[in-house]
């Protein structure tokens, strides 16, 4: 039962352009959002965090939205750059502390 | 710079052999973790250490055995592991487990090791 979605495998964009990176999940008792990155090879580096009782995050290039009713966050990129490609998972914590559940991924490629 | 550092980077072992994964902190983390990830899937919580005690055990197999003899380190022993254990182990610290606003729940996870079961 995946408790956290990404349902896009892969997104291609322009350089300079928006990333929209999307995350859908399931368990109302997630109340701390994540986003993190993944290069090849290396562990996933925290990007940015929301908690459930904002609905809107923002530090530098990137934000993060959440729509609590649909249960559903988004990740912006703006403007997108090539260093920006690698994979991102949004995760969510629980009342178990601790637990962060991680979705599938979505594989970013920013072309110049 | 990753501030957690696993050892191996790299490991193939037979599924006889007894074999050991090693991770390690300095920053005073006092919740440590082990994550496995398989190519193409999301890490996978396996086990949560809070103050060096096992706090979550994501029903692992007896094979995998964690290990935490202080606050730095953590360890993941391994034996009679089968060729389907092959995967990329992470392990990851964060300053603590409990629900705090100011805690924004950040785990800093090490490089990994790439674990080949034969």
């Known amino acids: 039962d995946q408790q956290v979605k990404q349902n896009s495998p892969s997104l291609s964009v322009q350089e300079g352009r928006i990333s929209i990176l999307n995350c859908d999940y399931t368990?109302?008792?997630?109340?701390?959002f994540l986003w993190y990155k993944k290069y090849p090879a290396e562990g996933p580096t925290f990007l940015i965090s929301i908690s459930s009782i904002k609905d809107k995050n923002e530090d530098g290039r990137f934000t993060v939205f959440l729509n609590k009713s649909a249960k559903h966050l988004s990740l912006h990129i703006v403007p997108s750059q090539p260093g920006d490609s690698a994979v991102y998972f949004c995760a969510a914590s629980d009342d178990q502390g601790g637990k962060l559940i991680f979705g599938q991924g979505t594989e970013l490629s920013v072309k110049p | 710079d990753t501030e957690v550092t696993q050892t191996p980077k790299h490991l193939v072992m037979g599924m006889t052999n007894k074999k050991s994964l090693k991770c390690e902190q300095h920053?005073?983390?006092?919740?440590m973790y082990w994550y496995k990830q398989k190519a193409k899937k999301p890490p996978e919580l396996m086990f949560v250490?809070?103050?060096?005690?096992?706090?979550i055990n994501e029903s692992v197999p007896s094979r995998f055995s964690p290990e935490c003899p202080n606050s730095s380190l953590l360890n993941l022993h391994l034996h009679a592991l089968q060729p389907e254990d092959s995967a990329l182990y992470l392990c990851a610290s964060s300053r603590r487990l409990a629900k705090n606003p100011s805690n924004t729940g950040e785990l800093f996870f090490g490089e990994g090791s790439r674990l080949t079961v034969l």
């Open positions: 250490y809070s103050y060096e005690k096992l706090s």
């Open positions: 368990n109302s008792m997630f109340d701390y």
């Open positions: 920053m005073g983390h006092r919740a």
